[in-house]
């Protein structure tokens, strides 16, 4: 039986041109959330245009495979860090590495920037989630509430970068 190839991981080509792939992609890899967190994920309300546009914002990693995009992260550079975001494997790949190399992508990338630290948010529901970035070395530093919850309903976690 054939190994499973190995993506090759790097950052977003200028002339990246396939959103509607992209995008599908995120909302099968955060599908899992619906119903499960409170409010619902801001995935849902990408769309091709405006993924375009927080790709000029930001700086995209994307994992490919056999030609297929099976990951991707976002990463904002801020003053002092860089916020992480939209970090999507495809959902049959999911166990295989792939998140952590795209994680790696942006902590290698935030070093050359001279950056500190990664942070990221994630949803007060998503334990596994929680598990998995402290895993990778992240620490919870805030509980939040999104507008209108008088509740928290995402942690806030780091990682400092040495």
Known sequence: MDQPATPVVSELPPDFARWDELLALILRAFAYMDGVIDPPSSARLLTPENLMS???????????????????????????????????????????????????????????????????????????????????????TARTAHEGYDRPTSITMRKALT
């Open 54 to 140: 927080k790709a000029g914002q930001e700086t995209a990693f994307l994992a490919v495979e056999n030609g297929q995009v099976v990951g991707c992260i976002f990463a904002l550079e801020r003053a002092k860090d860089f916020y992480v975001g939209k970090l999507a494997v495809e959902p049959g790949l999911q166990g295989r590495g792939i998140g952590g190399r795209l994680m790696q992508a942006v902590e290698d990338f935030a070093r050359r920037r001279g950056k500190h630290a990664i942070e990221l948010q994630t949803r007060i529901e998503l334990a596994a989630n929680h598990a998995a970035f402290a895993r990778l070395g992240f620490r919870e």
